[in-house]
Structures are given as C-alpha cells and as structure tokens.
C-alpha cells in the first residue's frame, strides 16, 4: 500500500522560508514522478512544482513559485522535499505531495496518491 506523509509545515513570516518533506513507503520502484499541490481557503487545489525522473531529472514550477520555491528529492528517490523562500501570504494553504503510477510527469495530470497535507501559514 502506498503512502505519503508530508512534514515541515508551520507558520513563518511574509519573506520567510520553509522546507517540506514528504516520505514514500511501500512503493516496489522509485516513483518516476513527484508532486507537491497545495489548496488555499475557498480556491481550488493547484499544482505547485512536480519533478521527473526522465532525461536525466525535469522540475515543473506554477509560475507563481517560479524563483522561490524548489523541488528536491533525495537519492533513493522516496523522500521529496520542497524548500521554500520568500515566502507570501498567498502562499499559505495546505501543502499535500502526491506520486503517480501512469506516465507523464507535471503540473496538469493525473495523480494517484496524496499525502495527508501540511499546514502553511504565512503571516504578512
């Protein structure tokens, strides 16, 4: 069974930074694609950065983070990480990591497993 658990939330001031993790077990490969989401109070979910594994390790950012924020993932491949800087207002929301089986890595596709989420909050 695949899970996910995110760790690192907390509150921060405007301009602050912050580095989320998330754990993968019970995976038999490392996942080929890596995501972190995150949904404010009455928005929509929204895809923040998503990592691939193909040609040799390809980031997607939303341009909202672009610059600020950068996904990461450890050696073995099941421990994602996303540090983020300068942080904003708008960036609080809570901050879910997914994986997926199917191929294709991004921003606009299909996950298939999420994590519980993680609390941000950025005070201005």
């Known amino acids: 069974q695949v899970q996910l658990e995110e760790h690192g939330g907390g509150s921060v001031q405007a301009g602050g930074s912050l580095r989320l993790s998330c754990g993968i077990s019970?995976?038999?490969?490392?996942?080929?694609?890596v995501a972190w989401f995150r949904q404010a109070p009455g928005k929509e979910r929204e895809g923040v950065a998503a990592?691939?594994?193909?040609?040799?390790?390809?980031?997607f950012y939303a341009d909202s983070v672009k610059g600020r924020f950068t996904i990461r993932r450890d050696n073995a491949g099941n421990t994602l990480y996303l540090e983020m800087n300068s942080l904003k207002s708008d960036d609080t929301a809570i901050y879910y990591c997914?994986?997926?089986?199917?191929?294709?890595?991004?921003?606009?596709?299909?996950?298939?497993?999420w994590g519980q989420g993680t609390q941000v909050t950025v005070s201005s």
């Open positions: 997914a994986t997926k089986r199917s191929l294709g890595c991004g921003l606009r596709v299909e996950y298939t497993y």
């Open positions: 019970g995976v038999t490969t490392t996942p080929h694609c």
């Open positions: 990592h691939s594994k193909s040609d040799g390790g390809m980031s």
